[in-house]
Every structure is written in structure tokens, then in C-alpha cells.
């Protein structure tokens, strides 16, 4: 079955620097977009990026675009999100997303538990 499970989450300090990995199986990774969301406490979940399969155009929310960076290694099955600049806003649950066939970088799924990444000021 698909899995998904996400690693490197962690404390960083406002203006750091994390990278979050996605390990994903159970389906042919590289036939699919993939993308990332997130939950802050409180609110609801927030698409934040995403890429085709063909690695051809990737995307971004405005909260993060030029600060974070999306990508993908079809041979290894893993998606990654490099996070720069971390702000304390950035805080929340990180989910690594499987779009559905055919559907927007925010259809999803699938996805996995998430890992905790945590800004502080």
C-alpha cells in the first residue's frame, strides 16, 4: 500500500535552515506530482508546494516562495523541501503529499503523519 514518511523536522531559530524528506512506496513515485502541505495549531491545512513528475515546473505558496525549495529524486523515491529564512510563522506539521492522477498540486491522496518543524523567535 502507499506509504509516505516524512523526516527532519525539528527546533530551528528564526533565519534558520531545515531540509524535510519524504520517503514514499507502495506506488511508481515518479508517475506522480507530489507535494508538500502543512498545519500550524490552530488552522486548517495549507497547501505550501509541489512538483509535476517530469520535475518540470515546481510551485509555491506565496508565504514561502523564495524561501523554500521543492524537489525530487525519482531513483531514490524521495521528495524533499528545503526551507530557508524559517520565520516563526513557519511553524507546524509538515505533510508530504501524493496528488491524485490528473488532479491540482492540491488534490491529494494520500499523504503521511507528518513531521513537527518549530520556529522560535
Known amino acids: 500500500q502507499v506509504q509516505l514518511v516524512e523526516s527532519g523536522g525539528g527546533l530551528a531559530q528564526s533565519g534558520g535552515s531545515l531540509t524535510l524528506s519524504c520517503a514514499a512506496s507502495?506506488?511508481?513515485?515518479?508517475?506522480?506530482?507530489m507535494s508538500w502541505a502543512r498545519q500550524a495549531p490552530g488552522k486548517g491545512l495549507e497547501w505550501v508546494a509541489g512538483?509535476?513528475?517530469?520535475?518540470?515546473?515546481?510551485f509555491y505558496a506565496d508565504s514561502v516562495k523564495g524561501r523554500f525549495t521543492i524537489s525530487r529524486d525519482n531513483a531514490k523515491n524521495t521528495l524533499y523541501l528545503q526551507m530557508k529564512s524559517l520565520k516563526p510563522e513557519d511553524t507546524a506539521l509538515y505533510y508530504c503529499?501524493?496528488?491524485?492522477?490528473?488532479?491540482?498540486?492540491?488534490?491529494?491522496?494520500?499523504w503521511g503523519q507528518g513531521t513537527q518543524v518549530t520556529v522560535s523567535s
Open positions: 503529499a501524493k496528488v491524485a492522477a490528473g488532479g491540482l498540486l492540491w488534490e491529494y491522496d494520500r
Open positions: 507502495g506506488f511508481i513515485f515518479s508517475k506522480y506530482a
Open positions: 512538483m509535476y513528475n517530469d520535475e518540470s515546473d515546481r
